[in-house]
């Protein structure tokens, strides 16, 4: 029995003391595994060397950026620096003439040397880099002049690239747009062309401190041939470069951008001149209109007016408030004076037309009077202006006969057959009445008559002096604006 007990009492501790030693190889291969992964190496054990730690490609180390004040310009105290400039227009966005600006986006890359920036290169190639490392080194402070708003692009980040060059010449490349001031000459809009300007110049550094220049001479500007704009054609860019002055701080390299639109006509062919001419030619018609239709022929000539000066207000009011005429101007301003005399025509026909049937109508009447007085005072024939006569024979009793008695016509009281006893009572009076013998002809000419009254001269002149006067100020506006 105790020696049975014994034996159990010694397996029990040869388990014991294995399960101790398994415990703790497995703590001892725990604490290795996180002491690994502490140092970044992977769980197997295995540690691997991190060149991006060594000093040999650490950029600042590299281009011994904090060696050197970039502060000051390359070769501080010595000559100028060069700095070469060429530009990439992606796009022309808009022109304004309201505002007389347009808009331009566009690559602006600038060239210099800097041997601050040398490093050494065994395959002499160049490093790339964005636009964190442009603010620990010097770079020209170019800006636009007469800019009124720019910026550079930043999506995704910022559009700047920066480029440096084993023997220190440095590439620096921005995506700018910009919105400039263009001084427009709108004397003869619409059939005018543009020239405007982009200025750029070193706000900072003068002539003796900055060189500015053109790199490739006209070259250094380059166009995208699908650059287009809806109211312009583009016809030329160039480059030239001069020296502004400023007062207090002296003389300045500047490079300027040109650019030349011409503006496409048609579309104000369209909107402005077509519309225009029209209602000037509305106008007469009112010539062919009877003188006495005054509702027909003022409401034509009123509408005619108002729409005139709603086509002028609607060019005015796209149009910058510039204090000299511009060549539409004359167009629409003649056009609205010829509505306007179209206008002022009809009421010279009207007042005279009232003035001349109020004479008329008086002499008819003195006329009527003076016949009538004759009649009773001679017993005479009355013609009373007509060419043709009958008679009415007045009897005693007031009863009334007709005869004819044309060869009465002429002869006095002296001349005339005494009358016989039987027809003592009777009175000849001779009336003016139409001869209704004359049938359908003389009607016909009285029409033709009446109508050739009621066409005043005035608008008989007026139907060949305006249409006249208009084609002859078109050729004279058209040859000498074309």
């Given at each position: ?187 003869r809009f619409p059939l005018d062309s543009q020239t405007c300007t982009l200025e750029l110049e070193s706000y900072a550094y003068t002539d003796e401190d900055l060189m500015l220049y053109w790199k490739s001479g006209d070259e ?64 007469w018609v009112s010539f062919w209109i009877d003188r006495r239709a005054v509702p027909a022929r003022v409401s034509l000539g009123i509408t005619t007016v108002l729409t005139m000066s709603t086509i002028i207000t609607g060019v005015n009011a796209s149009m910058p408030r510039v204090s000299y005429i511009k060549a539409v101007d004359i ?152």
């Amino acid at each position: 029995m105790p020696y049975y007990i014994k034996f159990l009492f010694l397996i029990f501790c040869l388990i014991l003391i294995g399960e101790c030693r398994k415990h703790k190889s497995r703590k001892r291969r725990w604490s290795g595994a996180v002491e690994s992964h502490k140092h970044g190496a992977p769980l197997t054990g295995k540690k691997i060397v991190d060149n991006t730690k060594s000093h040999k490609v650490k950029t600042d180390h590299l281009l011994r950026v904090d060696d050197h004040d970039f502060t000051m310009r390359p070769a501080f105290a010595g000559p100028a620096v060069p700095v070469g400039v060429d530009v990439q227009v992606e796009s022309l966005d808009s022109i304004s003439e309201v505002d007389m600006d347009f808009t331009m986006t566009l690559y602006l890359r600038h060239y210099w040397k800097d041997e601050r920036l040398s490093f050494p290169s065994t395959t002499n190639k160049s490093m790339t880099f964005d636009g964190r490392l442009v603010k620990k080194i010097w770079v020209p402070d170019v800006f636009f002049v007469h800019s009124k708003r720019s910026f550079i692009h930043d999506t995704t980040t910022e559009n700047i690239m920066l480029r440096v060059f084993p023997d220190g010449h440095v590439l620096y490349s921005l995506r700018v747009t910009v919105t400039a001031a263009c001084n427009m000459d709108f004397s003869r809009f619409p059939l005018d062309s543009q020239t405007c300007t982009l200025e750029l110049e070193s706000y900072a550094y003068t002539d003796e401190d900055l060189m500015l220049y053109w790199k490739s001479g006209d070259e250094s500007l380059s166009t995208d041939d699908r650059i287009s704009l809806s109211q312009f054609l583009i016809q030329k860019f160039h480059t030239t470069s001069r020296l502004a002055f400023y007062s207090s701080t002296g003389w300045y390299n500047r490079l300027y951008i040109n650019f030349t639109l011409r503006r496409h006509i048609f579309f104000f062919l369209l909107q402005t001149y077509f519309p225009a001419t029209l209602m000037v030619m509305l106008s007469w018609v009112s010539f062919w209109i009877d003188r006495r239709a005054v509702p027909a022929r003022v409401s034509l000539g009123i509408t005619t007016v108002l729409t005139m000066s709603t086509i002028i207000t609607g060019v005015n009011a796209s149009m910058p408030r510039v204090s000299y005429i511009k060549a539409v101007d004359i167009y629409l301003w003649v056009s609205f004076v010829f509505v306007f005399l179209s206008v002022l025509e009809y009421a010279a026909v009207n007042y005279l037309t009232t003035v001349r049937d109020g004479k008329d109508r008086k002499l008819r009447e003195k006329a009527r009077e003076q016949s009538l007085s004759l009649a009773r005072e001679q017993s005479l024939p009355c013609t009373c202006g007509m060419s043709h006569t009958g008679t009415m024979m007045v009897d005693g009793d007031g009863t009334y006969s007709e005869a004819d008695t044309n060869s009465l016509a002429g002869y006095t009281r002296a001349d005339a057959p005494e009358d016989t006893p039987e027809k003592q009572e009777h009175m000849v009076v001779h009336l003016s009445l139409d001869n209704e013998s004359t049938g359908t002809k003389k009607k016909a000419r009285f029409r033709s008559f009446s109508l050739m009254q009621n066409t005043h001269a005035i608008d008989t002149y007026s139907r060949m002096i305006f249409p006249g006067s208009y084609i002859i100020f078109n050729l004279i506006y058209w040859s000498a604006y074309c």
